[in-house]
């Protein structure tokens, strides 16, 4: 029996889709009312670090304990994953004697009583202005001297690994900026995707790419939870002055690590939220600063490589994508 057990919970492990968020659900229990019992968050190379906690109505179940995460390669952590579900099992077995019932995680995969619960926006309304962009406007806002990463366009670019043949994702292109020094970078046998949520400024980028005689350029209108690259096509994901302006960042960084090849390297370029020597507006626009930021990144399991000291009022931080 125990044996049968063991297998169950191994495969319940392999069941769950790496990188999912779940909400569980407890519906028409007798006894307890409908309640949410936690999340699951397990990502590819790290440990579910789950624990098992008791809600009001002494039922055991599974959450993510964020104090214990553990990062382990992915064998271990599968390995984890399936010790925890057996247990869950053996617990809910011995509730079933008692007559209460534990939607087994393995089981409720295929059940009404789990929930997929989608993210919630961190900053909802941040992107409205680019709805409706006036190109020349924003042209005349990214692209002036006084701005940090314009100024320091060319190092930025120097300091970021990109070379010929190599395939990267401008993500949050805005007005093409680095789209275009990406793109002379990469040569004709590489390739640069202008990733926006603005189809004005997507479709201006590729506009004045091809009048610059850049046709490795190519123009990709996302969506807020998504970046539209298929698996694998990428080596380089580049952001700046954009992290602030996910609004779903979990989903964000599971579609980027997706469309990363194993080895892949993530940049994040955003503002230095300090009260010190930060602006106003920076306190104010920007949700969360650069310890903040590495937190989520890293939860989403990639791997912090490098904090480069070239800016002064933004960050620099290289990520990786594991090798699986």
Known sequence: MRNRILLLGALAAQLIPVGALYTLWIKDVPGIQPVSVGHWFQLPGMAPAVTVVRTASALPVLVRAHQDRILLPARESRFLMARAMTRLIMNSLSLLKTGSLLYLLGCALLSPAVVFAEEQSV??????????????????????????????????????????????ADIGAGTGLFTRLFADRVGPGGRVYAVDISQPFVENIVRTAREQGLDNVEGIVNSARDVSLPPASIDLAFLVDTYHHFEYPASMLSSIRQALRDGGTLIVIDFRRNPSFSSRWVMGHVRAGRETVIDEVTLAGFQLVDDKPLLRTNYYLVFSKPVS
């Open 123 to 168: 900053r909802p309304g941040i992107n409205r202005y680019y709805a409706n962009p006036d190109w020349d406007q924003w042209v005349n806002t990214f692209e002036r001297s006084g701005r940090e990463v314009y100024d320091k366009r060319y190092a930025i670019v120097d300091a970021s690994g990109a070379g010929p043949g190599m395939v990267v």
